[in-house]
Structures are given as C-alpha cells and as structure tokens.
C-alpha cells in the first residue's frame, strides 16, 4: 500500500505549523506542500517540515489522500472551485485552518455535492501576530482549541481520522457546527478586534484637541488594545465573512454603552458600582 499523502497548501504561519505537527506525528506520511512564492517553499525543505513543496497546486492536489486549505477564507474557497474541477483521489478528505466557518462549508457542499469527497471545516484557535512559515511552530496550537466542524460531506469517523493526522498539534479538539463556531468566536474574537481598533482609532481622534493624550495611553489602554496591531488584511477579510454575527454584537454591545451611560448621567453610583462588580466576579471565573 502506498504511504498516504497529506498536502498542506498555504505555508504561512499556520499552513507550516500544521506540516511540523503532521510530520512530527506521523514520520510515515509522505507530506507535500503548495506555496506560491519559492522563499517558503525553500525553507519548508531545508527544515524538513515536508517531503517536497511544488508551485503547481493542481498536480499535487490530484496525488493527495488529505489536502488542508491555509489560506484566508474567500482564497480557500476559490482554492476549492480549482478542486471541483480535477479528478481527485475518490473519497479525499479536505479541510482548511481559516478563521471562519459557515462560508466555506456553504461553499463545499455546492460544489462537492454528490461526488466522492469528505470535507470537515477547521480552525485551530491559536496564533501569532508573526506571519509566514519562518515563524511556524509544531506547538503552536499545544492545548488551544482545534474546532472541527462537520459538514454534509462528512461522517463522525471522517473528523476522527482529522483528529488522528493532527495529533502531534497536542491541541484540544472540539466539534461545533459551523453557524455555532461563527457566533461563538463573534462574540470572543471578532467583536473585541472591532472593538480594540476603535479605541485605538478614537484616542488618535481625541489626540488632534489634546496631542499629549497618546503619551498616557498605558496600561489598561495598552491591555485592551495589543490586538489592534493584528494584520488589516486578515480582519477584514474575517469581518466580511462572518457579518451577520459581528454587526449583532456591535447591537447588543451599543445597547450595554447606552444603559452605562445613562446610569452616569443620572449619577446612579451604586448601579454603576454593580456594573463593574459584576463583570470583575465574572472575569476572575473565566480560564
Ligand atoms: P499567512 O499570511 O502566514 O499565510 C497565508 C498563506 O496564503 C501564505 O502561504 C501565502 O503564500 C498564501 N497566499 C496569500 N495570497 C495568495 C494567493 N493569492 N495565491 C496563493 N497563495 C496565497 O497567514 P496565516 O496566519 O497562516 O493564516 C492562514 C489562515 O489561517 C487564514 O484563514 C487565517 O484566518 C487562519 N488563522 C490564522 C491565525 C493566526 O493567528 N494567524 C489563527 C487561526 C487561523
């Protein structure tokens, strides 16, 4: 029988970590990667993250068992329509790494309906503001949570199989559908990115009356804003792919603004006490 192939496409920052995991899990894998620029596809050899790297998506992909997407969203998806067309192994299985889910697995299953694919949607929620595979790490996603989410093109064994190649991640997988992994990670990544950028781009605002403020923005401010650096490119591209789920915690969010203010203005100090109380008992309670 021959060794079964895992094609890793995308080597940036999360693409070549997962080929460190695969490879360090599973040294009996004949692993290969596509990456469009060559600089990547060089240190991905001489690392030894992967058996051999190509420019050429499509020969690779029709030799793959397992082929994981590490693009953003809409290139994945577009990476999939490339998939669609060629005459792949029967009964691959595919996946991706991208932040959200629902658009991607909506995509699979229009374009894979009725042929001899698996597809299981994945995001392994851990990170670096660092970019690209110089900065891949096999213990990136150690004990962060991989989500898995299951699609009409996938069966429970499909996501074990997953599960199995990605061992070596040492992450903590979790199955979720795909509209609950896009509100959930609304609520805990995408808002508060929305949020940090505006309290940056507010301060900067202020700064034209009062120019010292920036020189004060310490501490908490620095706290609540380390995110905001995150790459531009990459959130909006999230943002635009989870809409429905940002723009309703934006809502909620401005009502909870409007109910503390005028608790301010009608100089209600014990219900503005019980705000901050409430959230300190709550925030010391979350891991
Ligand atoms: P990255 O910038 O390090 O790598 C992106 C990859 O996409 C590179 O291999 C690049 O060559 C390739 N690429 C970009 N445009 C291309 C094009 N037009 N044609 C061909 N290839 C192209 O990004 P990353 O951090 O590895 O992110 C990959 C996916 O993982 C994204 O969907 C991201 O949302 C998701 N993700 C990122 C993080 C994180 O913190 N970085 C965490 C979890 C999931």
């Not at 997962?18 to 599973?26: N, Q, T």
């Not at 240190?43 to 082929?67: G, H, N, R």
């Amino acid at each position: 029988m021959s060794k079964k192939t895992i094609l890793i496409a995308g080597l940036g920052l999360i693409g070549g970590s997962l080929a460190r995991a695969i490879k360090a899990g599973h040294p009996e894998y004949h692993v290969t990667a596509y990456n469009r620029s060559q600089a990547p596809r060089d240190f991905a050899m001489q690392a030894k993250l992967v058996d051999e790297v190509s420019d050429d998506f499509e020969q690779l992909a029709v030799a793959a068992d397992v082929i994981i997407l590490n693009f953003p969203v809409q290139l994945s998806i577009k990476f999939l329509e490339t998939l669609a067309s060629l005459p792949l192994k029967p009964d691959v299985l595919i996946s991706d790494s991208g932040s959200t889910k629902q658009d991607i697995i909506n995509s699979a299953e229009k374009l894979f309906s009725g042929q001899a694919v698996r597809f299981v949607g994945g995001h392994p929620m851990a990170g670096s503001h660092k970019t690209g595979v110089i900065a891949s790490d096999a213990l990136l996603f150690e004990n962060a949570y991989y989500i898995l989410t299951p699609s009409l093109l996938s069966k429970p064994e499909d996501l074990a199989e997953l599960k199995l190649i990605l061992s070596e991640t040492h992450a903590k997988f979790i199955d979720l559908s795909a509209a609950e992994h896009d509100a959930m990670t609304a609520v805990t990544s995408h808002f508060p990115h929305v949020v940090a950028a505006a309290l940056v781009n507010n301060a900067d605002d202020f700064s034209d009356k009062m120019p010292f403020t920036k020189n004060l923005a310490a501490g908490g401010f620095r706290d609540m804003t380390r995110i905001a650096e995150s790459s531009p490119d990459m959130w909006a591209e999230i943002l635009m792919s989870n809409p429905d789920n940002v723009v309703d915690q934006i809502d909620q969010f401005t009502d909870k603004l409007q109910a503390v203010k005028h608790l301010i203005q009608e100089q209600q100090s014990d219900a503005v006490w019980h705000f901050f109380d409430q959230a300190s008992k709550l925030r010391a309670q979350m891991p």
